[in-house]
Antibody, heavy 115, light 108 residues
Framework: QVQLQESGPGLVKPSETLSLTCSVS????????WSWIRQPPGKGLEWIGY???????NYNPALKSRVTMSVDTSKNQFSLKLSSVSAADTAVYYC?????????WGQGTLVTVSS | EIVLTQSPGTLSLSPGERATLSCRAS???????LAWYQQKPGQAPRLLIY???SRATGLPDRISGSGSGTDFTLTISRLEPEDFAVYYC?????????FGGGTKVELK
């Protein structure tokens, strides 16, 4: 059974960079697409982007200038960096395995942007 | 970008009743690449339907999806207590992938 677990700081200051890691267990990260999706408190879901295990990426144009995704196949992990954050980036961030649709999700981690 | 509009925003129903949720796309969804999710408070979304009508593993057959082009429907034939939640549609036929705003199914 594939399991995903997000980790990273729960509090980030405005203008700084949000960094999260997703650890994958129960299966290899290789040969799959992996995504980040976020959900502001009380609101809907927003797709941030995906990356393939080889490093190919596809980002949401609304966030593209600030997003970087990377993968570490040796650790079976992939990561998200979101730069120049503001209060609008406060959200629960989920990692998920991308088949187009999403069956495997992490539990989500709340990141609050505040000074 | 394909915009998905879900209606109604809230559906107030009783257990045993039928729930019909709509998801309308601003342009045709390629190859019916549309999924539905259920989300309960404090939990990650749970995949219900993909490919507009294919059930995820373990999904009871009282939950079904239909539609094509720009109009899609999620139907719960007889609501069970565990079905009261928020439901989202998502298209994956074109980039960026997008989600609808959600429909809340609440207890009447």
């Amino acid at each position: 059974q594939v399991q995903l677990q997000e980790s990273g700081p729960g509090l980030v200051k405005p203008s700084e960079t949000l960094s999260l890691t997703c650890s994958v267990s129960g299966g290899s990260i290789s040969n799959y697409y992996w995504s980040w999706i976020r959900q502001p408190p009380g609101k809907g879901l927003e797709w941030i982007g995906y990356m393939y295990s080889s490093g190919i990426t596809n980002y949401n144009p609304a966030l593209k200038s600030r997003v970087t995704m990377s993968v570490d196949t040796s650790k079976n992990q992939f990561s998200l960096k979101l730069s120049s954050v503001s209060a609008a980036d406060t959200a629960v961030y989920y990692c998920a395995r991308n088949n187009g649709w999403y069956f495997y999700w992490g539990q989500g981690t709340l990141v609050t942007v505040s000074s | 970008e394909i915009v998905l509009t879900q209606s109604p925003g809230t559906l107030s129903l009783s257990p045993g009743e039928r729930a019909t949720l709509s998801c309308r796309a601003s342009q045709s969804v390629t190859s019916s690449y549309l999924a539905w999710y259920q989300q309960k408070p404090g939990q990650a979304p749970r995949l219900l339907i993909y490919g507009a009508s294919s059930r995820a593993t373990g999904l009871p057959d009282r939950i079904s999806g239909s539609g094509s082009g720009t109009d899609f429907t999620l139907t719960i034939s007889r609501l069970e207590p565990e079905d009261f939640a928020v439901y989202y549609c998502q298209q994956y036929g074109s980039s960026p992938l997008t989600f609808g705003g959600g429909t809340k199914v609440e207890l009447k």
